[in-house]
């Protein structure tokens, strides 16, 4: 069985793709992770819209312009309900976090069955609500290109690539 540790490290922002199709059961199985996340108060302001027809992707290849983005057979459009979501006392909406929760949990159960993705916040989110025809409380958030990959994981490429935990824990306070 994996460790929760060997997951996270083989998810990896894939950017090589199959054409394959996505078995229907597999694309459940992340949505159903996105699902099941929590949320600030369980408000759940999530709404995941897959665009998998040929015609959609055309038109939704065009938010974000990258050639391998257009490989992938399915993309996730993650939006949040900003009427929905919680607010802190001071204000502060987390919809963005309880999206990114969401995301987070169907990023690592698409690699947990052999999928590949890339989170992708760098779009044109104003086309993005227009092609979605989106009220103006949802958000498109971040978008997954889910696919089978063609390019492979380095698992050891967190030594490399990430800040050694000396320079990011503090201990009772932060100096």
Same mark, same amino acid.
């Given at each position: 069985?994996?460790?929760?540790? =060997?997951l #996270? /490290?083989?998810? $990896?922002? &894939?950017?090589?793709?199959?054409?394959?199709?996505?078995e229907e059961?597999?694309l459940?199985?992340?949505?159903e992770?996105g699902?099941?996340?929590?949320?600030?108060?369980?408000f759940?302001?999530?709404?995941?819209?897959?665009?998998?027809? =040929?015609? #959609? /992707?055309?038109? $939704?290849? &065009?938010i974000?312009?990258?050639?391998?983005?257009?490989?992938?057979p399915v993309?996730?459009?993650?939006?949040g309900?900003?009427?929905?979501?919680w607010?802190?006392?001071?204000?502060?909406?987390?919809?963005?976090?309880?999206?990114?929760i969401?995301?987070?949990?169907m990023?690592?159960?698409?690699?947990?069955?052999?999928?590949?993705?890339?989170?992708?916040?760098?779009?044109?989110?104003?086309?993005?609500?227009?092609?979605?025809n989106?009220?103006?409380?949802?958000?498109?958030?971040?978008i997954?290109?889910l696919?089978?990959?063609?390019d492979?994981?380095?698992?050891d490429?967190?030594?490399?690539?990430?800040?050694?935990?000396?320079?990011?824990v503090?201990?009772d306070?932060?100096?």
């Open positions: 069985m994996t460790s929760f540790i =060997e #996270a /490290k083989k998810r $990896f922002s &894939s950017r090589k793709y199959s054409t394959r199709l996505i059961e597999k459940m199985q992340v949505l992770a699902r099941i996340a929590p949320s600030a108060a369980n759940q302001p999530w709404i995941f819209v897959v665009v998998k027809g =040929e015609d #959609a /992707k055309r038109e $939704f290849e &065009s974000y312009n990258k050639e391998w983005f257009k490989e992938a993309f996730i459009i993650i939006c309900d900003h009427d929905v979501s607010k802190r006392y001071d204000g502060k909406d987390h919809c963005d976090i309880d999206v990114a969401a995301v987070d949990h990023t690592l159960a698409a690699a947990d069955i052999g999928l590949a993705t890339c989170w992708i916040c760098n779009f044109d989110i104003t086309k993005c609500s227009e092609l979605l989106l009220p103006s409380n949802i958000e498109p958030i971040a997954l290109p696919a089978y990959p063609e492979e994981v380095v698992v490429r967190h030594n490399k690539q990430r800040k050694p935990l000396s320079e990011i503090r201990y306070v932060f100096s």
